[in-house]
């Protein structure tokens, strides 16, 4: 039997045990799990909207963040509504315009009395626009009694209104008018109203200097800049956190090579390489800046690799941190996996350790320390793998291709901000840096001929942010995603990128000039309750006079079906709808903060959005470690915590996993989860389905949201599940569970 046979022919068989035998699985050997389908007759199981009577936050999305309650005018005193803030259909898990406003599809509800009874009026017609009632746009028209989806809203802070209107009025007719002309019935606020600019009595506070007791002043931390407009209490400021500042450099004696390019390094089925973590020295701009590097090179050598390959790694430990290496999201050895303390003794400065590494599936990986990674990989320390498909076929054809590894870094006056030394610090948010880096470097270009098609394979491995990219109006088409390719190909206006996530994007160049790769957000000002823009050029492709050969036009505008993948997860299809058999809610508490800083968060937390895209607090974020802040994952059947939960499952398991956000915290953010050695499909963001699959190892969990996972348990061993926040890991965000053979 082929490899690939023999590969099919396991996939076959722990796909047709769950769907033909219902495997089991035992959790603490207490708890079984069936994984059949829904009983024969049975309609499909749905969520309850967050807008139900009697909705709690224990269900998939919080109320508070995505319902709006409709109050109504004094012509109709007794109506009501809801209006439901779905996420739009969509491969991510949520949904973001190019220049980064979270985008929603409205469902409102509404009890009102027939429009005729109000005068001249046959119907009623749902509108949103923005606080200042300008710009305003026509969602859809809503029946007295009952639900209408309406149409998207794209706006940061929005209301909804509905109005009476007349079938005669032209600005009332279908897809005509940009204004109400009736009488206005039922209004209401987006939660992000919510966010206001910080009263007379936080301001007083804010500008006092902070007790003596609660500072620690020390000119080794420098200033951390903070973004451009964006104004912070002067107490805040003053604030350092309660750790010793350490920069690359500090007392080393060692050997310091100049950084190089990443080399490209293809390997066969038992081949083996070299691989040295060591100092670095980099260039970013005009600043000469010290870091690390696998083999000297930033981002690590780029290793491709055909499937079902096995190759071996001798790495060697050249740095002044113990370390180790983790191959993100490979179904490998479990020995091999790389994590301290779990899979392996850390590697001391000086040590080696041999790793065999398995590449079961075609897809794009990397890979990374995963002991104290919010200083190693944040100063160099990650590298990219691609293994190919055995199928010719697996990709439609492309003019060319480029791998792109994204990542920050946090750069003040004088250099790199430090780092703690004894732990992290910027717990509460994460590390988000200030200066924009692809494959290691500020000034990204490729340069393409007319018409070119190219495939991106994106890594995010930066420490916290993410990214909503886009090519300056260029067409996207999304192809694939962490461990494969999605079951169809898509149309996207920008890809969401969360650290640790992976996408593959073939893109056009149809046009002689100049793309922006950009990112574009939303930035918040917390402390003036408001949103900007922030817009990132990450790089630029330059597109020549001359036409790219062969014409790939008409093959690009075609969305591809993926047969592999389709197939692939066809038999997981029937537990689609089953009951969600475990959950974990994501959590955060805090203990000892500076009394400015506890305020600010209270007042704050009268509103999370969905996806905090920048560090627009950044002293506050920097002082947080976790001595004051811990970030949890907690199982509210038992009450359980982090390490302290206890799964195990067995191999051939297939598990409905519920990944739920807190809304009832002090700070809270969206967790990209990472779980290690297995896959998973994304069935559901807050109740709402996803309609194109592919096999993950990663999710975003929105803040105040949930995701639903169909976890399948195919590979023996002990593995992490973890917030892939580098910090939030540091913090405490972590579990392990156990997949017997």
């Known amino acids: 039997m082929t490899p690939g046979a023999r590969r099919s022919s396991e996939r076959g068989a722990i796909a047709a045990a769950a769907a033909a035998l219902g495997a089991a699985g035992a959790l603490g050997g207490a708890l079984w799990l069936s994984v059949g389908a829904a009983p024969p007759g049975m309609p499909p199981r749905q969520e309850a909207s967050p807008c139900a009577p009697g909705a709690a936050p224990g269900g998939a999305a919080s109320p508070d963040l995505y319902c709006m309650s409709l109050f109504p005018t004094p012509r109709v005193p007794d109506a009501t509504g809801t209006v439901e803030l779905r996420r739009p259909p969509g491969p991510f898990s949520v949904g973001v315009t190019p220049d980064g406003r979270l985008a929603y599809d409205a469902v409102i509800s509404t009890d009102l009395p027939p429009p005729s009874t109000l005068g001249p009026y046959d119907r009623y017609v749902a509108w949103a626009s923005t606080q200042v009632l300008w710009p305003i746009e026509r969602l859809g028209e809503v029946p007295a009694r009952g639900r209408a989806e309406v149409g998207q809203v794209g706006f940061n802070k929005f209301l909804i209104l509905v109005t009476a209107e007349s079938g005669a009025d032209p600005a009332a007719a279908e897809g005509a008018g940009a204004e109400p002309a009736g009488p206005y019935v039922l209004r209401a606020q987006s939660p992000s109203s919510r966010m206001q600019p910080a009263d007379f009595l936080e301001f007083a506070l804010g500008a006092t200097r902070t007790p003596p007791g609660e500072m620690v002043m020390d000119d080794a931390w420098g200033g951390v800049p903070m973004p451009e407009g964006v104004m912070m209490l002067p107490s805040l400021m003053e604030l350092r956190p309660d750790v010793q500042p350490w920069l690359p450099g500090d007392g080393w004696e060692g050997e310091i090579v100049d950084a190089r390019p990443r080399e490209l390094i293809e390997l066969a089925d038992g081949d083996s390489l070299s691989l040295d973590a060591v100092y670095v020295r980099r260039r970013i701009g005009s600043r000469e800046l010290l870091g690390y590097g696998f083999n000297g090179q930033i981002p690590g050598p780029l290793l491709w690799v055909p499937e079902d390959a096995t190759v071996t790694i001798d790495f060697t430990n050249r740095i002044d941190w113990p370390t180790a290496i983790h191959w993100h999201g490979l179904r490998l050895d479990n020995r091999f996996d790389g994590v301290p303390g779990l899979t392996q003794d850390v590697v001391a400065p000086g040590e080696s350790f041999r790793y065999t590494v398995h590449f079961p599936d075609p897809g794009l990986y990397w890979y990374h320390p995963h002991h104290r990674e919010d200083v190693q990989q944040d100063l160099g320390l990650a590298g990219n793998l691609m293994v190919r498909s055995e199928d010719p076929d697996y990709f439609s054809p492309v003019h060319r291709e480029e791998v792109v590894m994204l990542d920050d870094l946090l750069l003040g006056e004088h250099g790199i901000v430090p780092f703690g030394l004894e732990r992290a610090t910027h717990a509460l948010m994460g590390r988000f840096g200030n200066t924009m880096l692809v494959n290691g470097r500020p000034d990204y270009a490729l340069d393409v001929e007319r018409g070119s098609v190219v495939r991106f394979y994106f890594t995010n491995a930066s420490n916290t942010r993410t990214f909503n990219l886009s090519f300056g109006g260029a067409p996207m088409k999304l192809v694939g995603a962490d461990v494969g390719n999605f079951e169809r190909e898509e149309w996207v206006e920008s890809v969401i990128i969360a650290p640790a996530e992976r996408y593959i994007v073939h893109v056009a160049f149809p046009e002689s000039g100049s793309y922006a790769l950009l990112n574009r957000v939303q930035g918040i000002d917390h402390i003036g309750g408001s949103f900007f823009p922030e817009e990132d050029t990450l790089g630029v492709v330059r597109v020549g006079a001359a036409d ?23 038999p997981y299809r029937p537990l689609f709808d089953r009951p969600v058999d475990l959950t974990l809610e994501l959590d955060m508490s805090t203990r000892g903060l500076p009394l400015v800083v506890e305020r600010l968060m209270q007042v704050d937390s009268a509103y999370f959005h969905p996806v905090e895209w ?19 994952l907690r199982e509210p059947s038992t009450g359980l915590e982090n390490e302290a939960i206890r799964w195990t499952f067995r191999v051939g398991d297939v598990v409905k996993l519920r990944l739920r956000s807190r809304r009832e915290t002090l700070h809270q953010m969206q967790h990209p989860i990472h779980i290690h050695g297995q896959r998973f499909l994304v069935l559901a963001t807050n109740g709402v389905a996803h309609d194109n699959l592919a096999w993950k190892d ?3 969990v929105p803040v105040g949201g949930s995701v639903d996972l169909l976890l399948e348990l195919s590979n023996p061993g002990r593995w992490m599940l973890h917030c892939h926040i580098a910090e939030h890991l540091e913090a405490g965000m972590q579990m392990v569970f156990t997949v017997e053979p």
Not at 623 to 631: A, K, L, M, Q
């Open 548 to 570: 790219a050969t062969p014409d790939l036009s008409a093959t690009f505008e075609v969305l591809r079906e993926n047969e592999r993948a389709r197939d692939e997860i066809a």
């Open 614 to 632: 920048s560090g627009t607090m950044p002293m506050m974020n920097l002082i947080s470690t976790p001595e004051n802040v811990s970030w949890t």
């Open 698 to 700: 990663m999710v975003v």
